[in-house]
């Protein structure tokens, strides 16, 4: 997936978290020279384990809606203490507070280099900026005439329509239909 993407994605996620009220959002992005499993890591945390679902669900469900994408797999969501969902380019890791302090994931990867949402944001923006520098500008298109102009243009007005209304798919007209006979009328003598 192009970098570009999974940044889009990774701040969607963090995004999505904030909306929950997640609690110290770090993002890790991993030294490659290091970690051949993903490129980012999202670590957060809730206040309890109903909010730790919520955090999860609505990141499943925000990128899901913008990207349609769904995690290959998600982990811990019984106990809810430390939820991992695996982007394949970035994990997130929810947990409760206690867990966070306990397992210390920044203190593991010491050479990762920690972004804040602001930073990833402002990396989407000057990718954006150049990649929108290197694309060829197209010329100005012409406006559409109105549609007064239009129909001057072609000689036919509303009124010209309102006179042969277009025929409705599937009916045929009763021309083509075949007549039924005509009831004989006796005469009187």
């Known amino acids: 997936m192009p970098a570009n993407e999974v940044k889009r994605m990774l701040a969607a996620a963090v995004a ?9 959002i770090r993002i890790l992005a991993l030294d490659p020279a290091e ?13 309890n384990e109903r909010q730790n679902l919520a955090i ?20 811990g969501r019984r106990q809810a203490e430390w939820i991992l969902m695996d982007y394949v380019d970035f994990i997130v890791h929810i ?33 954006i900026a150049a990649t929108r520098a290197k694309s060829p500008k197209k010329p100005a298109a012409k ?21 042969s209304p277009a025929k409705p798919a599937g009916k045929s007209s009763s021309a083509s239909r075949p007549k039924a006979p005509a009831p004989r009328r006796s005469k009187k003598h």
């Open 95 to 127: 947990f409760s507070a206690e867990k966070r302090a306990f397992y210390g994931l920044e203190r593991l990867r010491k050479s990762a280099t920690s972004l804040s949402a602001a930073d990833l944001n402002a990396e989407i923006k000057s990718a």
């Open 35 to 47: 970690s051949g499993l993903t490129d980012y890591f999202l670590i957060c945390n809730g206040t």
């Open 56 to 75: 999860a669900d609505e990141i499943e469900l925000r990128l899901k809606r913008d990207f349609q994408t769904f995690p290959n797999s998600v982990e």
């Open 143 to 163: 406006r559409p005439a109105s549609k007064a102009a239009k129909a001057a243009k072609s000689g036919g007005t509303r009124n010209a329509a309102r006179k």
């Open 16 to 24: 999505a978290a904030e909306d929950r009220k997640a609690e110290d």
